[in-house]
């Protein structure tokens, strides 16, 4: 039956166990009194939706606390094995697949590398698709006990009216290609596993506001700085946040050609793929053969050497401009998002690290706009290597948790277009 505002008893039922199990998540181990104010319910709704909750074995008791004069209260928490998430991230150089507890916390890893940055549509869905088995192998675990797969890609994510998902990658030559479809073909899972595809700057914006830096935050742009660059914008009108093709914003005109194959993008000069071509063209050696994480790496030891040791003024000038240009990339998104905090992730981010960031931090309030700079901290990201995988898996849990813990329905068929299934009968096996 609806009431007045076409919520039906079963919709309030819903909101009522997610407002406890998000609770319960973020906050405990909590009483069934301290739930009550939490959660905004009357005890006698946090009692009937707590009892729910312990028969489905979400929840579990986690001790007791003293009371005021009264009997020790039983603390409460999300019970850990109750649910089982896998997130993917296809990387520039590897796909990683993570295998998590409700809790998030990882029971297996999957790694496969991405030969000399190649992205076959069908090579790429098969390393998934064996990633995603190998880890239930690893961890023991029934396919059916999965709430759901979240996959973090290059790209923009286009939602179709059948519920699937197209990823238009023009950096990694990915033209509409539907993966859930080809992830489904073959696959180790049953059809009551959903899968959820995304931005992967937006699964990395996701784990870092759920999680670790963007705590507390109702405006924050995270960026992905890797082979190339991305960001995630997060405010109050999009909470899960909405990705960003910033790194395709036109910071040179008529300047290098970017992977899209325009010219003059903030991509062609602050992702480490072309920091590191501006560095070869100077005169930085990298031996042949060597992947771009170990390239940076022999980069910055060139250009700060421990020590006493001489930096190389070459590397230091090309690091020293690429922080110019990614500091006025990041005014833009200042100047225009306003937002509390700009948090840099991503694997090149990370190994830049605090060293790299004081000069980045100097540009980007020197080129916005003094009001928003002002109300605006720029810091790293602290969730590490993992947080793609980290911020996927979030998807299906949001889902989840959406859903007042209810495990997924059977997902709906997205056949496969007549051209992909051409082209995955004449992929490598």
């Known amino acids: 039956m609806a009431g007045r505002n076409g919520r039906t008893v079963r919709d309030l039922r819903r909101a009522n166990r997610t407002a406890v199990l998000q609770r319960l998540y973020f906050d405990g181990p909590l009483s069934r009194f301290a739930l009550g104010p939490a959660t905004g319910l009357s005890s006698g709704s946090v009692s009937n939706v707590v009892a729910d909750l312990l028969a489905d074995g979400l929840v579990e008791e986690a001790g007791s606390v003293d009371s005021d004069g009264g009997r020790p209260r039983t603390l409460l928490r999300v019970a850990p094995g109750s649910g089982h998430l896998i997130g993917v991230d296809v990387g520039e150089t590897r796909v990683r697949v993570e295998l998590f507890d409700l809790t998030l916390t990882e029971l297996a890893r ?41 996959v973090g890609v290059p790209g923009i994510v286009e939602r179709m009216p059948d519920g699937g998902a197209l990823v238009h990658g023009q950096t990694i030559g990915w033209d509409a290609v539907p993966l859930e479809a080809l992830l489904r073909t073959g696959t180790p899972l049953p059809d009551t596993v959903p899968y959820f595809i995304d931005n992967g700057a937006k699964t990395l914006g996701q784990a870092e506001m759920w999680f670790s830096a963007g705590r507390g935050a109702r405006n924050a742009v995270v960026v992905l700085f890797g082979s190339g660059v991305g960001a995630s914008l997060v405010t109050p009108e999009a909470e899960q946040g909405r990705a960003v093709e910033w790194g395709h914003l036109t910071v040179r005109v008529r300047g290098r050609r970017c992977r899209c194959g325009a010219l003059g993008c903030l991509e062609a000069y602050a992702g480490a793929e072309s920091l590191l071509a501006r560095w070869r063209e100077k005169g930085g050696r990298v031996p042949d053969g060597t992947d771009e994480e170990s390239a940076l790496t022999a980069m910055l030891a060139a250009a700060y050497p421990p020590g006493d040791g001489e930096a190389d003024p070459v590397a230091l000038a090309v690091l020293e401009e690429t922080a110019e240009y990614l500091g006025a990339g990041l005014s833009g998104l200042i100047n225009l998002f306003q937002p509390e905090r700009v948090l840099i ?22 080129y916005a706009l003094r009001h928003p700079a002002g109300k605006v901290t720029v810091g790293l990201g602290r969730l590490g290597p993992d947080a793609v995988t980290v911020g996927a898996a979030i998807l299906p849990l949001a889902d989840f948790f959406a859903h007042g813990g209810r495990r997924p329905h059977p997902a709906p068929e997205h056949p496969l277009p007549a051209w992909h299934t051409a082209l995955r009968e004449r992929a490598p096996r």
Do not use: K, N, S
Request: aromatic share 4%; hydrophobic share 50%.
């Open 110 to 150: 999957v790694e496969r590398p991405l030969a000399g940055g190649r992205y076959e549509v069908e090579v790429v869905a098969a390393h998934i698709r064996q990633g995603i088995a190998e880890a239930l192998d690893t961890a023991g675990l029934a396919p059916e006990r999965l709430l759901g797969v979240g």
């Open 345 to 366: 992730g991503g694997w090149a981010g990370l190994a830049l690290g605090a060293r790299f960031l004081p000069v980045v931090r100097r540009h980007a309030l020197a």
